[in-house]
């Protein structure tokens, strides 16, 4: 075991190298991500929001239908086989828009909110 000021030593040494690395790896995603999007503009966001939104109603209504389908029924069954798409779609929209806000967030794109 190491005696305390070594442990702290070698905890400020681990703290200091995973600093640097994220900087490193914002970096990198600024470079990586920037080239393909050099800038996002207030209706990008909105629209990706509307999207998103889209998504998460058709599948709301599916499971809303879904409530009042009686069990065996052809709506029933249709409702089974759809329901999963469309929550893996919505999925997929939510976590694109949550991507681009830590995107945002991290400054890897140059952000014009006006």
């Given at each position: ?6 442990e ?6 681990h ?30 966001v ?9 998504h998460?109603?058709?599948?709301l ?12 029924t052809p ?15 919505f999925?997929?929209a ?21």
């Amino acid at each position: 075991m190491l005696p305390q000021d070594d442990e702290d030593a070698l905890l400020k040494r681990h703290r200091y190298a995973l600093q640097e690395i994220e900087r490193e790896i914002r970096k990198i995603n600024r470079e990586v991500i920037h080239r393909d999007i050099p800038k996002i503009e207030r209706k990008h966001v909105v629209e990706l929001a509307k999207v998103v939104a889209e998504h998460r109603a058709r599948y709301l209504t599916a499971g809303m239908r879904l409530s009042s389908a009686k069990i065996g029924t052809p709506e029933e069954q249709e409702l089974i086989r759809i329901l999963p798409g469309l929550r893996r779609e919505f999925e997929t929209a939510r976590d694109v828009f949550a991507a681009l806000e830590r995107a945002i967030e991290q400054a890897y794109v140059d952000v014009d909110l006006r």
